[in-house]
């Protein structure tokens, strides 16, 4: 049974319209390889082919402070252009993500990324007291992240 560890959000205006961002944020691929530039993912779609749609899956994979890590993503919700959702599952942990455009005329917009981390086996609820720690630094991410996106699109 998954526990619940912790919540993070964070958001963004952005001048550009919802579709112009929902179409660069449903390239899941594309937007890994623009999150990490110093030690690129490893992107591989194993369910499903062509436009994202529910149920897609991915596996990732890449090379952290820790080693070499993977894990899978699988796309829960995908109503464009408002709404795209996901479920991140890896190393006895599960983040939900929920990315919803919010326009605010037509030609800006909000984005604002909402996530859920839970811990899903024995071991990784044993951290979870420590993880929970480390909630400034992952909004402080996430939020860095955001920024990167519009500074991308608004060029």
Not at 52 to 76: C, F, N, Y
Not at 103 to 111: A, E, K, N, Y
Not at 113 to 128: C, K
Request: glycine share 10%; proline share 5%; charged share 30%.
């Amino acid at each position: 049974m998954a526990k619940r560890v912790m919540e993070f959000a964070n958001s963004v205006e952005i001048d550009r319209s919802a579709e112009e961002i929902f179409d660069v944020i449903s390239d899941l691929p594309g937007l890994f390889a623009k999150l990490r530039k110093k030690a690129p993912l490893d992107v591989e779609r194993t369910v499903g082919d062509g436009a994202p749609a529910i149920g897609d899956v991915w596996r990732i994979s890449g090379k952290t402070r820790l080693g070499r890590r993977s894990g899978v993503i699988e796309m829960t919700e995908f109503s464009g252009p408002t709404t795209m959702a996901f479920r991140s599952t890896g190393r006895g942990f599960a983040v939900d993500t929920v990315i919803t455009l919010t326009p605010q005329g037509p030609t800006r917009c909000s984005v604002t990324a909402q996530n859920e981390l839970f811990a899903m086996t024995i071991a990784a609820r044993m951290l979870s007291p420590a993880i929970r720690l480390w909630r400034g630094r992952v909004e402080k991410r996430l939020g860095k992240g955001l920024r990167r996106l519009r500074k991308r699109l608004e060029r």
